[in-house]
């Protein structure tokens, strides 16, 4: 968190919301200038600040000075600072964003001749969202598709065309590669929301945003056991209250109230950042698998239906075509349905041919090398230009730094300007030794010193993060080489950034060839990319996935496991990770009360909220609720379709997402993800209760009856009926039932 300065305190400076990039800034101004300044000593206002100030008075009268940020201001902790920041962007937000200009505004208060499309941008999407990642696709002006990436063209390698199911289309085979068809008639049709709710150009509703009456009982009575959606939206406000009123109230309930929502979406925003890279992916596949499921009987056509739609699927995430075709031929060869008895579970098998040939492209076979505590081992980071080499480098030192390594950074990158003050930067942050130089031009010379040094020093992981090149700069290559050479790593890393597209598996292949790489590290993991090119990578590499890097915080790593991965790729879903995850997150004392409360039933909007703010300290939200079996709305299309129209009234969805300015969409679906998420939860009505209350014990106390209701059909059979749950059960019994054993049970433990 960009807010926290070296000593502790929570500052405001540009960075103030990493994650949204939501710097403190106007339509056309900056609040604060280009300096970083963060000393309390040098605290004034900036002119601009002042004159922002001045805006906001003329376009709502006076304002609390509290609320205007000022460059070093302090807060004691980071939920003072987010409450803050909330309050600072309502009143920003609506402030700026309500009509064409604010220039304009203060010149003639009116706005009539505005433009309507203009009116309703508090802040855009865009700004809250993270900068979008760069561009490594082959369409990116540095290198040549052509040479990059394939000796095929496109239409060369794409299998016959699988748009068309009808008979003849069904004995698809991906050998026949010569089809001419281009290749958006080969992916499935993106899926438009054409909601009516989505178009907000009209401006009579310009200033109604959600009052405190409206959610506050929203929060507090939500509760899935007693009511139902419809009935927890209060009806207090009717519908012609979405008559606009001239200006925004500025009381503290209101404010209050504002934040709490807000947050509350912010979390939910963050669960589908989080959950975009693969999820597509994974819920195109687990639909085909639900789709030959549906099939009354499973022949070679549905077979051929079915593998059709994951090789469409796999292609259009980036996965190198060799490794679909490869992929496919296996699946065919393995399922041979001829061969299957009378009475074997087709589905089971089809199913667990794809699971496995996922684990096997994602799993090389053999693990990289460990380096062990209190042995200097030396750990080498290559990778692409802007991969997150020098981010990644800190994150790995920090998770061993956490669990008592000593670490130490070596600055190898001479190539890219900044490059040792960013090391140096992250170093110091995380508290953790570093070595470079400002005027050393030579890497091999600064790696070799720094690993000497560190070496002395007793560091046991010394990590050298070298400059980023890519497979065409044959002298950088050179001197990766040497620099490996000259360092004797014992392991080299090469981090790569999941969306790389179809260049994953040639640029890996190509350093792989320079340098010897050991294992890789997918890096931009939230991010929007179709993030398949992670397949190619390991593919080219024979080299396992360690970690996943998930955000730009520190904190924002993983280790990497094949098969929860896949399984939740799948959406059989991870629970035991969930379970973890939660026991993780949910802080000591307020354990028992959730869980008293989840026994009860009583599962309400306000504890959705509160566990979404717990896990939010932990990192995006979408690493833990993908893990849920079930929650993933990718995976559960036929749920999703069905959106109830009762839920809530157009005009009070678009109250709500005006108020907290998230566009409605957001909001219905984070009403459906809580009413999905409080049905998986109410099954835990009548749980026994531990009476410490851990989490860990939650497990302890279940009964293989109650689990069986909690866990989902899919993966109930996944585990193998009743009976495989009991025998699991007895098991985690004897093993102290921690859910960190129920976690290596199900190969996700953490290494
Ligand atoms: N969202 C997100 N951003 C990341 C992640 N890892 C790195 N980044 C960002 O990616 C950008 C590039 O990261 P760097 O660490 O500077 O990349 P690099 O590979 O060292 O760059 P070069 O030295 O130029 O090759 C930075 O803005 C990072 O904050 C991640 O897992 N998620």
Redesign the pocket.
């Known amino acids: 968190m960009e807010m926290m300065d070296i000593n502790g305190d929570y500052v405001v400076d540009r960075e103030f919301q990493p994650r949204r990039r939501l710097e403190f800034k106007g339509r056309d101004n900056n609040i604060f200038p280009e300096s970083n300044t963060v000393d309390e000593n040098e605290v004034k206002d900036s002119e601009a600040t002042v004159d922002l100030t001045k805006k906001i008075e003329v376009i709502h009268g006076e304002i609390d000075d509290k609320l205007i940020p000022k460059v070093g201001m302090k807060f004691q902790t980071e939920a003072e600072a987010y409450d803050f920041y909330n309050a600072y962007t309502y009143m920003v937000g609506f402030s700026i964003g309500k009509s064409k200009g604010y220039k304009e505004e203060m010149c003639n208060h009116s706005s009539s001749d505005s433009d309507p499309q203009e009116e309703y941008s508090p802040l855009s999407v865009e700004e809250y969202l ?2 979008p ?2 561009d490594h696709s082959p369409s990116s002006d540095d290198f040549d598709p052509q040479e990059e990436y394939s000796p095929l063209s496109v239409d060369e390698y794409l299998p016959q065309p699988v748009e068309d199911h009808s008979p003849s289309s069904d004995d698809f085979n991906p050998q026949e590669e010569n089809s001419q068809l281009p290749v958006e008639e080969f992916l499935p049709p993106l899926v438009e929301d054409d909601s009516p709710l989505l178009d907000n150009s009209n401006p009579q509703n310009e200033y109604s945003p959600m009052s405190v009456e409206e959610y506050s009982p929203l929060l507090d009575e939500m509760s899935i056991e007693e009511n139902t959606i419809e009935e927890y939206i209060p009806g207090t406000l009717e519908d012609d209250e979405s008559q606009q009123s001239p200006r925004i109230e500025m009381d503290e309930e209101y404010i209050e109230g504002y934040r709490n929502f807000e947050k509350l979406l912010a979390a939910f925003v963050n669960k589908l950042e989080a959950k975009m890279v693969l999820a597509q992916l994974g819920g195109s596949i687990s639909r085909a698998i639900q789709q030959m499921s549906n099939a009354t009987i499973i022949d070679e056509k549905v077979l051929n239906e079915c593998l059709n739609e994951i090789t469409r699927a796999l292609l259009q995430s980036d996965v190198q075509f060799k490794l679909v075709r490869d992929m496919q031929t296996n699946i065919k060869k393995i399922v041979n349905l001829d061969d299957l008895a009378a009475g074997h579970n087709k589905r089971k098998i089809i199913q667990q041919a794809i699971f496995n040939e996922l684990c096997t492209i994602l799993d090389p076979g053999k693990p990289s090398f460990t380096p062990k505590k209190g042995k200097a081992s030396v750990i080498m ?1 290559v ?13 790995y030192a920090y998770y061993h730094q956490k669990k008592g390594w000593k670490p130490a950074l070596v600055c190898a ?1 001479t ?2 300007a900044g ?1 040792f003050d ?2 140096k930067q ?1 170093a110091t942050k995380a508290k953790i030794p570093f070595y470079g130089s400002y005027t050393e031009s030579d890497p091999v010379r600064i790696a070799v010193e720094g690993v000497e040094r560190f070496k002395q020093e007793n560091c046991d992981l010394i990590i050298v ?5 890519h497979k065409q700069e044959a002298s950088l290559f050179e001197e990766m080489r040497q620099v490996a050479e000259a360092t004797k790593p014992d392991l080299v890393i090469f ?1 790569m ?2 969306s790389i597209g179809q260049a994953a598996f040639d640029q890996a292949q190509a350093f792989k060839q320079s340098v010897s790489v050991g294992a890789v590290i ?6 929007h990319a179709k993030g398949g090119g992670a397949l190619s990578a390991v593919a080219a590499t024979k080299s396992p996935v360690i970690f ?5 915080h520190i904190d ?2 993983e280790v990497f496991d094949v098969k929860p991965f896949v399984s939740r790729l799948l959406g059989m879903g991870d629970w035991s990770g969930f379970m973890d995850k939660i026991h993780e997150v949910v802080p000591m004392d307020q354990q028992p009360e959730l869980l008293q409360k989840l026994s009860e039933g009583n599962f309400t909007l306000r504890i959705m909220y509160e566990q979404f703010q717990n896990i939010l300290k932990m990192g995006p939200i979408g690493q833990v609720f993908s893990m849920l079996p079930g929650f993933s709305a990718e995976l559960m299309p036929k749920e999703l379709d069905n959106s109830n129209p009762k839920l809530m009234t157009e005009s009070r969805i678009m109250r709500i997402a005006r108020g907290s300015g998230r566009p409605p969409r957001e909001v219905m679906d984070m009403l459906e993800e809580y009413k999905r998420l409080a049905k998986v939860w109410s099954k835990m009505k009548g749980l026994k209760i531990p009476k410490k209350g851990e989490m860990s014990a939650l497990s302890r106390n279940m009964n293989a009856q109650q689990m069986s209701k909690v866990l989902p059909q899919q993966m109930l059979k996944q585990i193998g009926g009743m009976g495989g749950l009991q025998g699991l059960m007895k098991q985690m019994g004897s093993m102290g039932g921690s859910a960190k054993d129920m976690m290596g049970m199900f190969g996700g433990a953490d290494k």
Request: proline fraction near 2%.
């Open positions: 993270p900068q990642v760069e980071f990778g692409l230009q802007g991969s997150g080499k020098t981010t990644t480098c800190t994150k990158d190539f890219r490059a960013q090391l992250n993060d070298t400059s980023g090149r981090v950034d999941s997918i890096t931009k993991m939230d991010g996943i890097g998930t955000g730009e924002e790593f």
